[in-house]
């Protein structure tokens, strides 16, 4: 079991560029989570899908956009970069959406130039 | 609005020291309360999980202890070696994680 997989690990953009941050976990987990990681902030989190073909907004949602693709994948879009969103993301999946462990993927470092 | 405070951020201590690290929450309506380790450059290692009608949970030389009326959660670290030296941070459940911002732990030998 490779567990929770994300892509890339690392990414540079320019101001105003796109790009869809990857993520895939290979244990039937049925809640997937994106966050972020800031300096002094703790981790935050960003959107989650509770179950296959529902997402739902988290504490920090503006600028991003995300797919459940199927039970396994659920991908984070950035539609318009901003230097803001340089950050360590983190996808993470559990059996469900309370009351259970979550596992994490190794994280995406994304810098917004 | 839940808050999650740890104390210290961060803690340097001789190989061989037990140590406590402290997480406090304000809001007692949570389902479970979760410690990870964090390397780093890595991603986060859930170390226990604590559901809301339990005291505590073991795993090793870990030790984890909740007090929902309080708000407040230890991690208890027995015996504690250079590999132990990481972020540790704790994280609440009402349903979805909130996470305090960690403490930074470094054992030196």
């Known amino acids: 079991n490779a567990g929770v997989t994300q892509t890339p690990k690392f990414q540079v953009l320019k101001t105003g560029q796109s790009m869809t941050l990857q993520c895939a976990q290979d244990?039937?987990?049925?809640?997937m989570y994106w966050y972020r990681q800031d300096p002094g902030m703790g981790l935050r989190l960003i959107y989650y899908s509770a179950s296959e073909g529902t997402t739902d907004k988290g504490e920090v949602p503006n600028g991003y956009n995300v797919s459940r693709l199927n039970k396994r994948e659920f991908s984070l879009r950035l539609e318009s970069a901003a230097p803001s969103q340089t950050s360590v993301y983190f996808c993470?999946?559990?059996?469900?959406?309370?009351?259970?462990?979550?596992?994490f993927g190794p994280g995406t470092r994304l810098l917004v130039l | 609005k839940q808050e999650v405070t740890q104390i210290p951020a961060a803690l340097s201590v001789p190989e061989g020291e037990n140590l406590v690290l402290n997480c406090s929450f304000t809001d007692s309506a949570i389902y479970n309360l979760q410690w990870f380790r964090q390397d780093p450059g890595k991603g986060l290692t859930s170390l226990l999980l604590i559901q809301s009608s339990q005291r505590e949970q073991t795993s090793g030389r870990l030790n984890a202890s909740l007090d929902k009326s309080s708000g407040r959660s230890t991690l208890y670290i027995a015996a504690s070696q250079p590999g132990d030296s990481a972020t540790y941070l704790c994280a609440v459940s009402p349903d979805k994680l909130i996470f305090g911002t960690g403490t930074r732990l470094q054992v030196f030998p």
């Open positions: 244990m039937n987990h049925n809640s």
């Open positions: 993470a999946s559990s059996e469900e959406i309370a009351g259970e462990t979550q596992y």
